[in-house]
Nanobody, 116 residues
């Protein structure tokens, strides 16, 4: 059963923009954080950005100033606006959610390719 549904990946030229969206199913409750991780070929999965229900958030140093994470708590949806994309941003991007009970959830991943 798909619990996190992602959309918005694709192919973009360097310097371009993409917006990723991720919606959590209604069976996931008491979410306290949602965000995005990514995994490039031959590399480990890494945090991109994480947004807490309190409003605070974390960003990887490599995306600060270029990516913006936002949440719609009522819709259990998280967005990642990616501007100034670079070839090194190419990866599979995974949506992530955690709740107050220590449960972790992952999306199936969406491919982002930055290439001319």
């Amino acid at each position: 059963q798909v619990q996190l549904v992602e959309s918005g990946g694709g192919l973009v030229q360097p310097g371009g923009s993409l917006r990723l969206s991720c919606a959590a199913s209604r069976i996931i409750f008491s979410i306290n954080a949602m965000g995005w991780y990514r995994q490039a070929p031959g590399k480990e999965r890494e945090l991109v950005a994480l947004a807490f229900v309190s409003g605070s958030g974390n960003y990887a140093d490599s995306v600060k100033g270029r990516f913006t994470i936002s949440r719609d708590n009522a819709k259990k949806t998280v967005y990642l606006q990616m501007n100034g994309l670079k070839p090194e941003d190419t990866a599979v991007y995974y949506c992530y959610a955690q709740n107050d009970y220590g449960h972790h959830y992952w999306g199936q991943g969406t491919q982002v390719t930055v290439s001319s």
